[in-house]
């Protein structure tokens, strides 16, 4: 079988996150890590190029693949990052026509006919879960049979875009391999968790589940669809062990949409890692109508849960029923005082310029997050992403601008009608200002510094905080 191999695109910090780069994410790409695995399993070579991560530049990215000498070349695209994966096709085509170039990723899900269409660069496009479907392509691909029989793929035929349709989802997560972390530039040291996110050193971030079943329509589900499928607690036991005997792995984020969601799974999760004295710390995601109670929140931070982020969008009811969010202000409430009364830290994401928006429900916004007891406030700008259901409609509601390249949810692409792109600005940056020039809010952060770990996040948070202040703001 010859040689294929996955390429994160070059994507710095300061394209994602703007002036808040320092305090932003690089988190190792486990869309290809899982991928590699599964095709290394069934005996193919594969290597992993992290041009985001390396910092390499598109002749450099195209070097480091061509090193390698394959025959495919497979790239994972998000929105922002799909233009970046086509230029580097165009370029490695240009070269090596013979190289055949395949994509795939939350972009490529949402939109497969349209990228295509738009991007003639890439020869094909493997829809949602790749793992299966990469095999049946590539073993396609190396015996030249055709590719009609196989779903889940979009590519050109006779000048005409084909789509076989969506390929079955994998039910059994526990059947994958672990990811392929050895194929990592320098992991887990190349890469870096959020400021907010950061706990001990060093750390890593996990994905134990796939799909949401939730309608927010500002999400996109094209990749894993609504059903939820997780890994087992027994399996994510293995993995844990494996990454702290084989990197020393002391801290986890696990970064599915909502770890909470499996319930009975986060309970055998928490009792096993008490049973078996597992040192470790850890957070998630969750939505608080995914905690009933204290008890489940008292569990987990027995079990070593340090942090738990939520998705709260807004202070307007009205805009949190417009998307469908099905949570009230008050749950909010009520789900972030347990949270900080058990002693875990809390984080919530919050979105401006939304549908409806005005000045005064950004206002709101505002008053509404300081008034509850987060210890983190993380703002991005609405975007309508391709796959949502927003994104169909967002004309209706306001000026879209639907560039690709523009969608880093920090560059305002939706202006609501009524609004301007600098009054957006203007309450964003009065939003952080006013949440963590607070007492409470620094003191929370300098209590942190008596570990090394603890004196990174401060300092990398106040070169953030000096970067954001006195960022210019770009029109």
Request: with cysteine; aromatic share 12%.
């Amino acid at each position: 079988m010859k040689k294929i191999v996955l390429v994160n695109p070059p994507l710095t910090l300061h394209e994602r996150y703007g002036a808040l780069a320092k305090a932003g994410t690089s988190l190792p790409p486990l869309g290809l890590t899982i991928l590699a695995a599964v095709l290394r399993k069934n005996n193919i070579p594969v290597s992993i190029v992290d041009a985001a991560v390396l910092g390499l530049s598109y002749e450099e990215t195209i070097k480091e693949v061509f090193n390698k000498s394959p025959a495919y070349v497979g790239f994972t695209t998000v929105t922002v990052s799909v233009n970046k994966a086509a230029k580097l096709a165009k370029m490695i085509k240009a070269a090596r026509p013979d190289i055949i170039s395949l994509v795939g990723g939350p972009h490529l899900a949402a939109v497969p006919q349209e990228t295509l269409n738009r991007f003639p660069e890439f020869d094909i496009g493997v829809i949602g879960e790749g793992e299966l479907t990469s095999i049946k392509l590539l073993e396609s691909l190396e015996n030249k049979s055709p590719l009609e029989g196989i779903p889940g793929l979009v590519y050109r035929q006779n000048g005409k875009i084909i789509n076989t349709g969506r390929a079955k989802l994998i039910d059994n997560l526990d059947s994958l391999p672990m990811d392929a972390w050895d194929l990592l530039p320098g992991f887990p040291y190349s890469y870096k968790s959020s400021v907010h996110k950061l706990g001990r050193w060093p750390t890593t971030s996990l994905i134990s589940a796939r799909g949401c079943p939730n309608e927010c329509g500002f999400c996109d589900n094209s990749m894993f669809g609504r059903r939820v499928r997780g890994y087992s607690a027994p399996y994510l036991i293995e993995m844990i062990k494996y990454l702290q005997k084989k990197y020393g792995i002391k801290d986890i984020f696990f970064n599915d949409d909502n770890f909470v969601m499996l319930r009975n799974r986060l309970t055998e999760f928490c009792n096993l890692l008490e049973k078996e004295k597992i040192n470790l710390t850890w957070g998630c995601y969750s939505r608080v109508d995914s905690i009933p109670n204290i008890e489940l929140l008292k569990m987990m931070k027995k079990a070593g849960c340090w942090r738990i982020s939520f998705g709260l969008e807004s202070g307007s009811q009205e805009i949190l029923d417009f998307y469908k969010k099905n949570e009230t202000l008050q749950q909010m409430e009520k789900v972030i005082n347990w949270t900080r009364k058990v002693g875990m830290r809390s984080k919530g994401f919050f979105m401006f310029g939304n549908f409806l928006e005005s000045e005064e429900t950004m206002q709101k916004t505002i008053n509404f997050a300081k008034g509850l007891k987060l210890d983190d406030f993380h703002y991005t700008f609405l975007t309508p992403l391709p796959g949502s259901e927003i994104y169909k409609i967002a004309d209706k509601y306001g000026s879209f601008d639907n560039d690709w390249e523009k969608m880093n949810m920090w560059n305002p692409v939706f202006i609501p009608h009524g609004l301007s792109r600098e009054i957006m600005k203007k309450y964003s940056k009065r939003a952080v200002l006013s949440f963590y020039l607070r007492p409470r809010i620094i003191l929370s952060y300098l209590k942190e510094i008596y570990t090394y770990a603890g004196l990174r996040k401060v300092i990398r948070m106040f070169f953030t905080f000096l970067e954001f202040t006195f960022a210019k703001q770009k029109k």
